[in-house]
């Protein structure tokens, strides 16, 4: 493999009873993931973001679940593996290691039962054998790494003693305790304070470059995507609307979706004008129009966009958009 993760194809399905047909949640998602790579996915709650990737960790359950269709190949380092296809053993073993998540709620992601230590201790101790010694240098190690302050105290308090910001770093130091090659980070900035924003943004930066690792960072703040990644895909309603290199994607826009999500990140800074704001709402699954799943929100609509879908193509080098603007005349006639 080229990339260290490749998704084809991507689809997932929710159950809705023997007598209803399923919906399609997501479909036709096509990702590559570069190693040493942070790439970012950003959209609207409910596009389709957070699911698709924790398909990637194998935590979809009922009524979810993966199109046979699908591929999600891994470059593991026991050999490259499918990770839509493989056994729940065998993604015991990736999941945790290989990928780890930085899930979007600290605060309910960690066991109020338990010390942050053993929490710390659980993740290391799942994948390999070490000593009781050797797992609390570790877990102190780690602490460390993540700059949390007092760490050794830390280590025996548990997760309601913590602020947001320190809730957000032991998850941190949790997803990268085994030194995964894929870390996943939801949200990882939502609910916290500008400062504290920043300070794990940072911290995040300099983790990836000390541990090798990629980066996929889910977000619906384009502010958060313009400092942390070099790659954005777009979503909306399931799909992929438009991907390109950071810079190309801020200055040279090419889907009205990811337009009125810039411009109203600008309208933020005119004083005099009103903010802005893309009108209508996300389509629910299942009630997704015919054509562009866009067209009913957009200034550019044509008549082909009601009635026909269409295809994700390069505008520009490196550069895809799913929209009927940017399709040959012959297409549109």
């Known amino acids: 493999m080229d990339n260290l993760l490749e998704m084809r194809n ?10 209803k047909p399923s919906v399609k949640l997501t479909e036709g998602i096509n990702l590559d993931i570069k190693v040493r790579q942070n790439f970012g996915i950003v959209g ?7 699911i698709t990737c924790s398909s990637i960790m194998g935590l979809l359950s009922f009524p979810l679940s993966l199109d ?16 839509a296809h ?59 790494k993540v ?27 949790i997803a990268l ?32 470059e000390s541990y090798n690792t990629s980066v996929i960072m889910i977000t619906h703040d384009l502010g958060v995507i313009a400092e942390t990644c070099e790659e954005v895909a777009v979503f909306y309603a399931g799909q992929i609307v438009e991907q390109a290199e950071i810079k190309e994607l801020f200055h040279a826009t090419a889907h009205p979706y990811t337009t009125g999500l810039l411009r109203s990140v600008t309208s933020l800074g005119k004083i005099n004008e009103p903010l802005y704001s893309i009108s209508g709402a ?32 390069e505008v520009s080098p ?10 040959s005349k012959e297409v549109q006639a």
């Open 10 to 19: 991507l689809a997932i399905n929710l159950y809705r009873g023997k007598k």
């Open 44 to 50: 609207e709650s409910g596009c389709g973001k957070s």
């Open 68 to 83: 046979p269709a699908s591929s999600i190949r891994f470059a593991s380092t026991e050999g490259d593996v499918d990770l």
């Open 86 to 144: 493989i056994s729940a053993n065998h993604m015991r073993r990736i999941r945790g290691k290989e990928i780890s998540m930085i899930f979007q709620e600290p605060m309910t992601a960690l066991d109020p039962m338990y010390t942050i230590e053993s929490q710390i201790q659980e993740a290391l101790s799942f994948h390999g054998s070490f000593s009781k010694s050797e797992a609390h240098k570790a877990a102190l190690n780690m602490l460390e």
């Open 147 to 173: 700059k949390i302050p007092r760490a050794e105290q830390i280590l025996a308090d548990y997760p309601h003693h913590l602020s947001g910001g320190m809730l957000q770093r032991v998850m941190i130091a």
């Open 177 to 208: 305790i085994n030194n995964p090659r894929l870390l996943i980070a939801d949200e990882p900035t939502t609910a916290l304070d500008v400062t504290i924003q920043a300070q794990i943004l940072d911290l995040m930066n300099e983790l990836r």
């Open 282 to 313: 996300v389509p629910t699954a299942g009630e997704f129009a015919s054509g562009c799943r866009f067209h009913d929100r957009c200034d550019h609509c044509m008549e082909i966009c009601r009635t026909q879908m269409p295809e994700l193509k």
């Open 318 to 327: 490196g550069h895809l958009c799913r929209c009927w603007l940017h399709q």
